[in-house]
């Protein structure tokens, strides 16, 4: 099993360009997470997803968006990209029932924008 | 309310001495307190994890004590190793949101 994983790994952007992170899992997980993580701030949570076909909005939403046309995977995409994003992106995801919440990572995609 | 506050922001313990990580929150309906460890270039991986059941869970060198009165939680590591130098993250969330609230954050350096 792969796990979580994320492509592509690094990514430079220039301002106002668009681009679209890819996270797929393996583990039948229902549900799934889009992170970013800045130096000092931890993690914080973009957008999520339930099930296939359903997100939700996190912390910080704005200038993001999301699919998830297949349970196993969830797409974050960026449609004009500006500095603040300059962030590792990261993608998780989770089962939906049990004692067990937790989540799965993926590697990291570390993105640029100039 | 939905914060959960950690400290130290960094840490530096000598090999074989106890790094002790804490966290502190206000939502009493938090039902779920992990710790997340992360090495540089990786994702965060589940290290160990908490319900309010009970006061203390341990998994080899690593103890999680678990305070509810004053709403606080804290990560022992014992005999540190230099292994161990890593970012290490406390999180909260409820049973009806598995949303994790997460802290800040703490870089560990264990030196040799």
């Known amino acids: 099993n792969a796990g979580v994983t994320q492509t592509p790994k690094f990514r430079v952007l220039k301002t106002g360009q668009s681009m679209t992170l890819l996270c797929a899992q393996d583990m039948n997980h229902e549900y799934m997470y889009w992170y970013r993580q800045d130096p000092g701030m931890g993690l914080r949570l973009i957008h999520y997803?339930?099930?296939?076909?359903?997100?939700a909005k996190g912390e910080v939403p704005d200038g993001y968006n999301v699919s998830r046309l297949k349970k196993q995977n969830f797409l974050l995409g960026l449609e004009s990209a500006a500095p603040s994003q300059t962030s590792v992106y990261f993608c998780a995801s989770s089962g939906s029932s049990g004692r067990s919440r937790e989540q799965f990572f993926g590697p990291g995609t570390r993105l640029t924008v100039l | 309310q939905q914060q959960v506050k950690q400290s130290p922001q960094s840490l530096i313990v000598q090999k074989g001495g106890i790094s002790i990580i804490n966290c502190a929150y206000e939502?009493?309906?938090?039902?779920?307190f992990p710790w997340y460890q992360q090495f540089p270039g990786k994702g965060p991986a589940l290290l160990i994890a908490i319900r309010p059941d009970v006061s203390e869970k341990k998994e080899g060198r690593f103890t999680i004590s678990f305070n509810k009165s004053a709403k606080q939680f804290s990560l022992h590591i014992m005999d540190s190793q230099p292994g161990d130098s890593a970012t290490y993250f406390c999180a909260a969330s409820t049973a009806s949101n598995y949303q994790l609230i997460w802290g800040a954050g703490t870089k560990l350096i264990i030196k040799p």
């Open positions: 939502n009493t309906a938090f039902d779920y």
């Open positions: 997803s339930v099930g296939e076909g359903t997100t």
